[in-house]
C-alpha cells in the first residue's frame, strides 16, 4: 500500500481521532487507530469503548491495504514533518512516514486482533449540524462533572414537535436551555457531556443524519460516523423551575455586563460562592462584591420594566459569567423575586435561555 495525502488533512482527521483514542489503556491496541485504505482515500477509525469514530481523509491511494498503528504516535509524527505532502507505505510489518527529507519506520500492530467497528448504513433522523453544534455548545457549560446522578452528567436531547427540538443541560443549580430548528420525529435521549464535546468539534455543516440503537445513537455526517453511549435515567423535571411570574425585567448590552460582572468578580469571596450582589433601581443595576481583600461596586443603566420598583438579588460570579456566554448583543434579566430562580436570555429571543438559583441576599 502506498498513499500521498497532505498534510493539513492528515492532521486535521488525526486531531479528531486523539481526542478519543485513550493515550494509555490497559488493552494496547486501544490506544492505536485503524487506517482503512481505498481508492478514494483513508478510514481513520478508533474507540475508547464509550465512543467509536470513524473518519475520512481524502488520499490517492495504490495498492489499497488496512493497518493498525500507535494513534498519538501516527499523530505526533505527522504533525512534525517539514513537507506539506506525506507519503505513507507499507513495509513489511513497518508503515514508513515520509515528507521532505524526513522518513520515519512506525511499526504496525495485529490487524486481526483490533475490535471489530460498525457504523449504520440507514438514518432514522436527520438534523442541522451547524444547529446541534451550536446548541449544544451554548447549554454544555452548566453540565455537571461531579454531579451524584449520572444524569447530570449529560445534556438532554429533546424533540418537541412542530419543527423544534431542544437541548437541556443541568447540574442542580442552573439550567441552561437552547431550542432550534429540527425536522422529523426523534427520539429524547441523553448524551454524556463528554461525548457531547466530540459532537461540537466535528459537526461542522450540512446534515447530521441520527440512528438509534439499544442505549447507543449514531451520528453521521459526509466526513465523520460517530458511535455513542446514551446515559440511561430520566432527566429532572427542569420546566418547574423556571420562573412564571416575572416581577422585575432589566434589559442591557450582553458584553457591558460580562465585563462589569468580571470586574467586580475579582474581590468576590472564593469561599462564599463567588457571590456578587445585584440591585436593580430605578433604571440602574449596582453590582457590588466583598472578599477579605476589599470592596468592589460597578453600576449600569439598564431599561426597566415590571410591577416591582427594586430589587437586591445575589449570584455565582462564575454562573453569570457562563450564563451570558451564549447571549450576542442585548441581555434581558427577568427576576420573579430575590430568593426566587432568575432567567438570563437574549432579548428578541434566539431560544437559549439560562436559569440560575439565587444565593442568600
Do not use: W
Not at 497532505?6 to 492532521?11: A, G, P
Not at 438509534?212 to 453521521?220: F, I, K, N, R
Amino acid at each position: 500500500m502506498r498513499a500521498h495525502v497532505t498534510k493539513k488533512t492528515l492532521s486535521e482527521g488525526l486531531g479528531l481521532l486523539e481526542r478519543v483514542v485513550p493515550s494509555r489503556s490497559s488493552n494496547p491496541l486501544l490506544t492505536s487507530l485503524k487506517v482503512e485504505a481505498s481508492e478514494a482515500g483513508l478510514t481513520l477509525s478508533g474507540t475508547n469503548l464509550e465512543i467509536d469514530l470513524s473518519c475520512f481523509v481524502p488520499a490517492e491511494v495504490q495498492d489499497p491495504q488496512s493497518f493498525v498503528v500507535p494513534a498519538h504516535l501516527f499523530a505526533q509524527i505527522v504533525r512534525n514533518l517539514g513537507g506539506e505532502l506525506v507519503e505513507l507505505e507499507i513495509v513489511g510489518s513497518e508503515l514508513a512516514v515520509r515528507a521532505g527529507g524526513s522518513d520515519f519506520k512506525l511499526q504496525t500492530g495485529d490487524l486481526e486482533a483490533y475490535p471489530p467497528l460498525s457504523f449504520p448504513a440507514h438514518a432514522d433522523v436527520s438534523l442541522d449540524a451547524a444547529e446541534l453544534a451550536r446548541a449544544f455548545g451554548s447549554v454544555r457549560y452548566a453540565a455537571s462533572n461531579e454531579a451524584f446522578q449520572a444524569v447530570f452528567r449529560g445534556i438532554k436531547l429533546e424533540h418537541r414537535g412542530g419543527g423544534s427540538a431542544r437541548v437541556v443541560a443541568s447540574d442542580g443549580y442552573r439550567v441552561a436551555i437552547r431550542d432550534f430548528p429540527a425536522d422529523g420525529d426523534g427520539r429524547n435521549l441523553i448524551v454524556p457531556a463528554r461525548s457531547a464535546d466530540e459532537l461540537i468539534r466535528v459537526l461542522k455543516d450540512g446534515e447530521a443524519r441520527f440512528t438509534y440503537g439499544e442505549g447507543m445513537l449514531s451520528v453521521t455526517t459526509d466526513r465523520v460516523r460517530m458511535n455513542l453511549k446514551l446515559l440511561d435515567g430520566d432527566f429532572p423535571d427542569y420546566e418547574r423551575v423556571i420562573p412564571k411570574d416575572i416581577k422585575l425585567q432589566v434589559t442591557l448590552p450582553g458584553t457591558a455586563l460580562k465585563e462589569a460582572v468580571n470586574r467586580v468578580a475579582v474581590l468576590a469571596d472564593k469561599n462564599a460562592n463567588n457571590r456578587v450582589e445585584f440591585l436593580v433601581s430605578e433604571g440602574k443595576l449596582r453590582l457590588a462584591a466583598e472578599g477579605d481583600y476589599g470592596r468592589a461596586q460597578d453600576t449600569l443603566d439598564v431599561t426597566q420594566g415590571g410591577s416591582e420598583p427594586a430589587m437586591s438579588l445575589a449570584f455565582n460570579a462564575r454562573h453569570v459569567l457562563d450564563a451570558l456566554g451564549p447571549i450576542e448583543g442585548e441581555a434581558e434579566l427577568l427576576f420573579s423575586g430575590s430568593t426566587s430562580p432568575a432567567i438570563f436570555r437574549a432579548s428578541g429571543g434566539g431560544g437559549y435561555m439560562a436559569v440560575m438559583v439565587t444565593l442568600r441576599v
